[in-house]
Each structure stands twice: as C-alpha cells, then as structure tokens.
C-alpha cells in the first residue's frame, strides 16, 4: 500500500513538469562582504530570544550564496555563544521570499565537482550544527522556501509559516538536474516519510502552507493579516516574528515539545518502511516509474533515489557523503546545464523589456470561442482582465463559456481556488454574438479560422467599432501578420499573438512583431502575456514565424520517415526516447493533420525545395478520409472517449503503402531517424537567429522547448548546438544531404559555429 | 462611591493601553465620571455644530420608545421556544409599555439572521400572535448583525416619504435552536422520491441511497464569501492592529463591569419582563459575568490555536433575544400625545473587504454619518458602538485614530478621530449584554435615546459592523424636553 501510494504520487512527474520552477533565481553577487557590518543577515536580541533577519542587498529574493553563508555562520557563533539568548528565530525581512535556494552562480562557476561537492559539504556541516543546536531555532518562513532554503528550515528545531498562496516549501533542485546538497535527501526522509520525501524531490512540487502542516514538514500555521497599522505584507512579517518569538521561548522553556503527534496513517506508514522488504519494493518501483518517464535521459532522479537508500541502508555518514558526491558529479552534467540554462531563459522571458504601456489593458475582447479563443479567456478571467468572448453563433459560443467554467472549476476540485472566487472570476467573462462593448475594449484577439480572407473581414468588422487606442491581436499559427494588418487602417496596431494549446497547459507564447507594429503595441501585447502567466518571446514576423517554421521541416520528414516504412508506433517511441514529450506521430494528430496540412502548403510554397521532404498526398489522403487527428477521433491513432491506450489506425496502411518510399539503409538506423529529425528541426532554428527572425538564442531555446516540446534536457536548440558540438551537427547535416538533398543543407551561421569551436550561442 | 471608584481606576488602567492616550487620558482624568453630568451636558450643547438635525421639507421621524426583553445566553430559558415568541414578547412589552393602540399601526418590520423556516417572514407571525390587527402588513429584513438598524432606517424611510405615520420597528434572533438540514443529496432523494410514481422508481431511488447521506448540514458559522469564521478573522484584524490579548481582555472586563454597574443602577430601563411558558418570568440579562483579569487569562485561544487571543471571555457570546421601537411621524407623535425620546437622523451603510476588514464597518461609517449630518466626534454626547469581540472594537478605535488608516483604505485626508471612552458604551455592551444578531441595532438605539436622556446630551452616534464586511452608523438627536 505504501509502495503504491509512493508511485502514484510519482505519476505526475513528466519531462515538462521539469520546468516549473517558480521563484528559483539566481544572482551575482560582487560585492565583498566588510567584516563588521553584514550585509545579508543582522540579528537582534529580544528578551532571550535572538531574531536573525535574512535580508541580502539589492534582490528581490535571499539566495543562499557564499557570503550569506559565512555570515550565517557568523552570527550563529554568536548566538550560540551568548550567555544571554536562549533560543533564535530564522526570518527573512523581505516579503514574499524566505530563501528561494542556493545561489546558482555559485554552482555554475565551478569547473570540477570536487568543488561542487565541496560547496555541498560545507553547507551539510552548518546545516547539522543548526540541526544539533541546543538552543532551539524556529524558522519563521513566509513566502518561497526553496532548495536550500528549504534545507535550513528542516534543520530548525521548529517551523512556523504563514498560509500565505506566496507561501510555498519545495525541493525544485531535480528540475535544474541536481539534488538537494545540503542535508534535504537525509531529513526529509525522517521528518515526512520516505514516500513523500521522493515525491517532494523527484517533482520538485511546491507545497503550499496548509499541506506542509498536515505533512508535518511545518510545526505551526500564521494566517497573513489585512491592513491595520500597518501594510498588510508588512505586519504579518511582524506578527510572524512574534508568534515565532513566543513559540522560541516556549520551546527554550520546554513548555513546548518540537515533536509531532503522528496520525494513525503515518504511523503505519513508518511501521510499513520499518520493513526492509517493503522498503526495497519501494524503491524498486520508484525506480521503475522514473526509469519509464525519464526514459534515462535525466539523471537526477535516478540518484536522488540512491542518496536517499543510501542514507537510510547503510547510515547518515554514508548518506551525506553521498549526497554531497553526487550533487557534484550532476552539476557537471550537459543536462543540468541544459535545465539551468532554461530555468534562466524562463526567467528572462518573465519580463517586458519593451517597458510599461501608455495604457494598460483592462478590457479584453476574444474573436472565437473555439479551444483557442476559450482557452484565452480562461488564462485572462482570472487574472482580473473583463473579457468579451464573442462568437456568431449560441452553440459555438456556449461550448466556450463551459470550456472557461470548466477550466476554473476544475481548479476548485484541486482546491487551488474557492468556489466563490471561481464565480468572481466568471464574472469577468461576457459571452455575445455581437461587438456591444467593443468600443471600450483595449485589445482585441482574434482566435477564428485560419483563413487569410476570414481574418481580413473580421478585422476590417473590428476595426469599426474599436477606439484607436484598442490593440488588435491575431492568434494564428502561420499566416504572418504583415499580410492580415494589410487591410488594416491602422497597422501599428496590429500584432500577432500565436498561443499554444491547450492554452491553460502550454506555457509559451509567441508574440509577433510587423515592420509597422508599434513598441507601445508589443508591450501592451507582451504585458497581457505576463498577466496571462505566459512565458514569451517576441520574434519578427515572417512565414511561420519562428516556432511554427521550425516544426514545419521536422513535419515533413515524420511524413517521409513513415513512408519509408517505419510504423507511428516505432517513430513515436524513438523521438519520446530521444526526450521528445510527445512522440511525432501523435504530435501531428495533436496538431491535426489539416492543420499540418494547411502550414505544409503554406510555408511549402514560401521556402520550396527545404521545406520539401514527405509528400503532402499522406495528408491530403488522411484527410480525404476524415482522418484529421484527435479531434476526428481518428488520426495515426484512433481515439476514444475513456479509452487511454491507443490503437493503431490501420487505414492509414494502405495510404502510407501506396505512397511508399524506398528507404535508404545508411541513413536510417534509429539514432539516423533521431536525427533526420532533430538536425532539421535545430537548422531552422539557427537559419531563424541567422535571419533575424529570432532576437536571442534564448528566445529560441524556450520557444522550441516550451512551445513545441523539444527535449529539455538538451536546453533547446541552441544549447544543444552548443553543448553536442556545431561541428558534429554539420556533420550529421552533410551525411544526410547527401542522401537527401538541399533539405539538410546547413545554414551559414551553423557552419561560422562548426568552423570556430569557440563560437558559442551562450557564452 | 465605591463602585465609582473601582470604574475610575479601572478606565483609567484600561486608557493607558489604548492608542492615543495622552489626549484621552488628559480629559479624562480632569473629568472623572462622578462629577455631575448636568454640567457637562450645558456645556457641551453650547459648542455644538449645530442646533438641531432637522431638515426642511423633510418629516422629523421619532422613536417614542423601545424595549427588548432580556437577553439570555443561548440554551437557557428561552432554549424551548421558537423565534416569534421572542419577537411577540417584545412587541407585547412594547404595546404595554407604549399604549399605542394596536390599529394605528401602518407598518411592522422585524430583522432576523438565522431564519426559522416555519416562520420565514418572523414579523408577521409574531405581530399576529401579539394581537396586532391582521391588516397591518410585516415583512422581515435580514443584513446580519445590523439586521434591526435596517428595519428601523426602513421605518424612517417609510415615515419619512409619507408612506407611513406609525411604524413598529423590530429584532430577533434565537440561538438555542437553529436549522439543521439533510445533506443535499439527501434533500434530492427525499424530493425525487415525492415525485416517483411507480415502486420501481421508488426502489430505484432508494437503492441509490448511501449512509453518508445522512450526515447533517450545519448552518454555516463561516463567512460565504472567504470561508473564514468571524472570530478567525477578528483575532487577525486584531493581530493586525498589535492588540494584545491583555488589551482584550480589559476591554471585556470593562463592558462586563459597565453593564453591571448600568443593571445594578436600573439603567437598562429598556428591558422588560418575560414570563416564559413553563418557567420562571425572566427579569433580567444573564450573560454579565465581570470576571477577573487572571482568570481570563487562563482561557484558551478560541479561534486561532494555540497563540491566538480572541477568546469565549473576550467575544460576545450566543444569545437569545428580541427588541422593538416605536417609530412615527413627530407630528403624529404629538398629536397622540407622546413625548418623544429622540429623533432618528442620518444614517449611513458602509461595505468593504470581507475578508481583511469584517469588522471594520464602524469604522468606514462613522466620518461618513457625520459628514453627511455635519457634525464632528465633539458634537457626540454618546457613542453606542456594537461591540462583537474586544479585539474589533479596538481595532476600530485604533483604525478611527489612524491617519495612515484614513488615508490608504478609506481614502480621506485624515483620522476622524477615535470617541473619547467616557461616553463610550458606558452602559455595557455586546459583549456583556448579549448580541441577538437581529435584535442588537434596537438595543442600540434604545441605549443612546435612554442615555441622552439620562445624561442630558443631544447628539448620540449608533455604530455597528456586520458579516459581509458590511456596516452602519446612525446620528441619534435627543428629544428636547
């Protein structure tokens, strides 16, 4: 049962839950630390109780870094030496933020995992000191307590938090490709149980306040306060340092007891892993679990899994020597550095760079309340923006305002929102067949069909009835933007906002730029985006834009791999082994494969012979058969409703037969097939940045990851050029073009990479 | 003598913990409650902003007077009966204690929280059951714990349109017995099955049945909006305002002590007897317990464990109760021959966040009810402030002597000042009286017109807060003699 429990908490890790990450920053920190007065941490004595105060200059958040490490261990000295303090309370000063981890600055600036692990080691002995401290410490945590910091405050004798939303204890160190190196793989364990020890550090999940009290990872709940004397934010810091001070003291005076009463679950929990038989058939399945979705492609679960047998098989000195040995060995590797360079990159794509807009949007207005449309106002209602879902017709625009609805309460059932916001949030949603309303709508996005005429009548309706100031936003996926802003009477208006579906999932969006749009209209659009909680990049407008583009040629050679007879199954197990979190075969069904169709036609005719590779008689035939995907119910796969395994579509057969390609064997062992499709994929990407169509090789990196699902651990296409070698790809590229042609001709900026190895996209 | 002096010092203990001490302290002391009131008043009525709140062109509306019956903790005498025979006691004490005759009446209005659903329009049960005539019309007015101040500002507005002369204006609330419903799914079930037609479709339905179903439905105790309790969010709002649980508890002691005092001396004239079916005739309030400061200090945190500092001491606690007032057109009232005992003037209902700022309402309404009447703190003789935890009503006090507070959540320019405690709540409280949800406003009331009276002031201000994050405030003139 336990071993179940432990396995099904894991079901939720996937490749791309490896990138949420919140609040995990990084910092440089230049200044030197004076000897006297510390800059991250001042203590003060009240009564017997010292109140240490984390504040690191000049950041919106504490990281654990090398001077706040020594200057912890300064105070700490003296706290433990002073005749006159009992016990200490461990606060940060700044709102919103305990310790958000270690300093990732720190790490990548070691060359050698000795020294890593020597980063590791000198945390783990601070850490245990603090664990074995007489003087009882309470850590009074409000807001991120991540990673290290995290560590620290299991160290504690005592945790109080406040049950702020901001409040959140996590593990995150597996979604950078590193373990917990400062104690957390040996603690936790103990404090919440083996279960849900690996389930916090294989998914690196945030915990919210209320579910660390009930996990017994905190002591002791503060609810926030409204405004009184104070800000709100303000006082409840305050208050939390108060009530942290009386439990110090009670503690202190042994009135207290740090211990936990263990509920009947947990005590038969730890009964259960008091058996060694049963704590083996945990790890065996945990093991399993990871094995299958990680496809061991990351190593980090795998190791977390070991550090933590470790510890508990043969003793902590193993375990911390382990841990610490680890921890270095995984910061040297291409796929921490890949998930680094990501997490950095998101963080980038976090901000608006084109400033504040002259007036922020309020009032949205929606075009189509298709997936698309609807998805966009589920991602806005609850941000506080009023949204018009308009649509021609009751049904189409019902389907929508449920899909809103639906999205919202399914957040209540995972009791991330109350009934009762959910409602205030709906309200935000007006659903009509007409454009009442427009004239006080600040933006307007338009989510209908992909047809160029189409969107010429719309935004020529629009423009009607629109105030000048109104922002027109066109969520299309290729048709580029300069084209549909051609009949508008105001093109430094109109931009592109190409969302992903489905839109409360992906995470990207892709804003596109025309010669004509104006900055004021990319940071209107760009701030709707961060309202929305997406993560962005801003590209130039162009056939298929960037993310689209990139895909297009890999498309076209799934379409020639499997005309050349290898099978969806077998393709879709090679491109997922590869890291691909969608295999290519369902991703067209995904997709659609009219979709797929229309932008193979599109962006066929645009570039011609590089785009060229599968024959478009695969799709069209499909089609011509009513095979449009997932949403057809038929595809490469047949889909069913409450049905989760897929069968195979066996009409597609006779199509795939009779438009069957000879293939040729020395490009076509399954490593080949990987990287037929990869190095396309990788080509246009870098022809993209070549071409300005790409402003950075970050952007890039996260639009390909987080758009289109290239694999994470490869960083994105650029960071993989980077880290497997430009040379090696050119190769690759050379091998087979001159199997294939022109489509694998490398671009020139790829060769400028290979021809000087110390040309990097990031430095 | 004695007890004045065990008040004074105890007043004066309390100030020294409040915010804004010196400029209390100062007048106070120089002002000490023995001294007669008579002087006060004459002086007091000289420096008035104004004379009189009346309006021209517009009905003077009076309140002749009102009683409640007593106010008892919940599960005590009145625990068997049913909210209307509550509000039928009072409307009788008040025909009693008025003459009025039962056929002048235009109009009955009653507020209620918790509803009885036998009895869901409780004013006119009750006014039936009183002998009132059965053409006079009833409805009942719900708006929380503020529930009877909306009753009687419907009287006043009623009068003073001309729609009405005479209005009875009323409150209820019993807490000894609340509803308790079915789950809803067996709600469902019980409903389906009225509908089934055949024994297949009974046995259908009842096969449907599961044991959970019949787990009860409690009323909710929480705010709808936020889920919180309102003593959860009293002891943050406290928390909030750094109110100490010492403070707290003095404040309950002071309301327990005042309201002794205030019964001891017969002040409550407003109370009238009850002779309950079955019992003894209930005389007075039974929930005035003062207490000492260390065995308050003994009682656990109710709300926020196990460091929170609302307690059952220092909140007002569940009650049973009804009020009613006898609301007219002045001219109506002098041509019946009454004297009036004070004029109801400008109101005011305030709502803000129910979640941060539930119990600020007085807050919110008191600089707005006294802008609108064009007075200021000076001009109030007595202040009667609906007191449902200590910790709100010093968080109130300290919020009305906060500029920050003025100026970042209520956007005015500055404080209004908080009311000097020598005439605030001086008679007791809720907390020491008892808070019938829906029968509190007229008690209220009563208490300002009856001290106004007593003490020879003009001007009195009602506050109180709500669930909802709602609130009201009420200028009181006393009836000249």
Redesign the interface.
Known sequence: MVASRAVGSLSRFTASRMLRCPGYICRNFTRSSALLTRTHINYGVKGDVAVIRINSPNSKVNTLGQELHSEFIEVMNEVWSSSQIRSAVLISSKPGCFIAGADLNMLTACTTSQEVTQISQEAQRMFERVEKSTKPIVAAINGSCLGGGLELAISCQYRIATKDKKTVLGSPEVLLGILPGAGATQRLPKMVGVPAAFDMMLTGRGIRADRAKKMGLVD?LV?P????????EE?TI??LEE?AI??AKGLADKKISPKRDKGLVEKLTSYAMSIPFVRQQIYKKVEEKVRKQTKGLYPAPLKIIDVVKTGIEQGSDAGYLSESQKFGELAMTKESKALMGLYRGQTLCKKNKFGAPQKEVKQLAILGAGLMGAGIAQVSVDKGLQTILKDATLAALGRGQQQVFRGLNDKVKKKAL?S?ERDAFFSNLTGQLDYQGFEKADMVIEAVFEDLSLKHKVLKEVEAVIPDRCVFASNTSALPISEIAAVSKRPEKVIGMHYFSPVDKMQLLEIITTQKTSKDTTASAVEVGLKQGKVIIVVKDGPGFYTTRCLAPMMSEVIRILQEGVGPKKLDSLTTSFGFPVGAATLVDEVGVDVAKHVAENLGKVFGERFAGGSLEVLKQMISKGFLGRKSGKGFYIYQEGVKNKNLNSDINSILASLKVPSQPDVSSDEDIQYRLVTRFVNEAVLCLQEGVLATPTEGDIGAVFGLGFPPCLGGPFRFVDLYGAQKIVDRLRKYEAAYGKQFTPCQLLMDHASSPNKKFYQ | MNQDLRMTSLLTYTLKNLPSTSQWALRFSMRPLSCSSQLQAATAVQTKSKQTLAKPNIRNVVVVDGVRIPFLLSGTSYKDLMPHDLARAALSGLLHRTSVPKDVVDYIIFGTVIQEVKTSNVAREAALGAGFSDKTPAHTVTMACISSNQAMTTAVSLIASGQCDVVVAGGVELMSDIPIRHSRRMRKMMLDLSKAKTLGQRLSLISKFRLNFLSPELPAVAEFSTNETMGHSADRLAAAFAISRLEQDEYALRSHSLARKAQDEGLLSDVVPFKVPGKDTVTQDNGIRPSSLEQMAKLKPAFIKPYGTVTAANSSFLTDGASAVLILAEEKALAMGYKPKAYLRDFMYVSQDPKDQLLLGPTYATPKVLEKAGLTMNDIDAFEFHEAFSGQILANLKAMDSDWFAQNYMGRKAKVGSPPLEKFNIWGGSLSLGHPFGATGCRLVMATANRLQKEGGQYGLVAACAAGGQGHAMIVEAYPK
């Open positions: 002791q609810e306060l409204g405004p009184g004397i104070k800000p709100p006082r305050e208050y009530v009386t439990f109350t009762f």
